[in-house]
């Protein structure tokens, strides 16, 4: 299964917009998929690859899903980075939260950075201008986990 998050449709359109997805993927490609909407993201799950047209239409980004527990958040992103390329020299961690959680943001961001540099252990910290920015949304007792590039 590939995973893919919509970060930039408003809240109130997030059902119609997964809805067009799901069918479109399956009249126009034969590709089964199903959405969720958690909080203002839309989280899509598919069989197969989404062609780059139906990524840039709707914005979707591949990314991963899991409960909000440290380690499991710390072992997607090192699954969701680990074919990223090599010579991606610096790297931020973005951490969001809503809920109530037994961390900070910050304690998290820190934590996290382990995994990028299990993967790249050569890799610099950069918070203003990274060439990889990892976005970590935690939502209650749930996470979503995205990248950005430049």
């Known amino acids: 299964m590939i995973n893919y998050v919509c970060v930039d449709i408003p809240k109130k359109n997030l059902k119609i917009i997964g809805r067009k997805i799901v069918l479109r993927l399956i009249e126009q ?13 839309l989280y899509l799950t598919s069989t197969e690859n989404i062609s780059d047209d139906i990524r840039n239409k ?8 899991c409960d909000s527990n440290n380690k499991k958040i710390y072992n997607k992103i090192k699954h969701l980075i680990r074919n990223e390329k090599p010579n ?6 973005s951490v969001e939260r809503k809920g109530e959680h037994k961390f900070t943001s910050t304690e998290l961001a820190k934590e996290l950075a382990g ?9 610099k ?3 203003g201008n990274p060439e990889l920015k ?3 949304k935690v939502l209650n007792n ?5 990248t950005e590039r430049k």
């Open 115 to 123: 995994s990028v540099f299990d993967v790249f252990p050569k890799i």
């Open 142 to 146: 749930k996470c979503i986990i995205y």
């Open 134 to 136: 990892i976005n970590v």
């Open 125 to 127: 910290v950069n918070l």
């Open 58 to 65: 709707y914005g979707l980004i591949e990314a991963e899903l």
């Open 88 to 93: 991606i020299r610096t790297f931020a961690i």
């Open 29 to 41: 490609h034969r590709i089964l998929s199903k959405y969720q909407v958690l909080n203002k993201y």
